[in-house]
């Protein structure tokens, strides 16, 4: 099992930037992909960014793309969300997840463990 907590969350103005973290412990870090997902008010989960095991690759959504960047740092067991020039459409609470799939997805159904979640709110 993976524990995931998210941190870094806040109350920004348009324009913008936030980091966001996400601690991991329990088993094997390195043995997990990872992603970003967000969640508004009202609105169905959304796929922000997802990372491979090894960092090598990542995949973003359109709506972030240029915008956003995913890392992790596999010493440290953490991976973060780097986001630029924020919007008022970005705002949501944003959690991390962790899959045991051999290839990075967007897909939330394939990951395994989630983070309660980091409140970001965009002011306009």
């Known amino acids: 099992q993976v524990q995931l907590v998210e941190s870094g969350g806040g109350l920004v103005q348009a324009g913008g930037s936030l980091r966001l973290s996400c601690a991991a412990s329990?088993?094997?870090?390195?043995?997990?992909?990872m992603g970003w997902f967000r969640q508004a008010p009202g609105k169905e989960r959304e796929f922000v960014a997802a990372i491979s095991r090894r960092g090598i690759t990542t995949l973003a959504a359109d709506s972030v793309k240029g915008r956003f960047t995913i890392s992790r740092d596999n010493t440290k067991n953490t991976v973060s969300l780097q986001m630029n020039s924020l919007k008022p459409e970005d705002t949501a609470v944003y959690s991390c997840a962790a899959t045991l799939d051999l290839v990075i997805t967007r897909v939330s159904g394939r990951y395994d463990y989630w983070g309660q979640g980091t409140q970001v709110t965009v002011s306009s």
């Open positions: 329990g088993r094997t870090f390195s043995n997990y992909a």
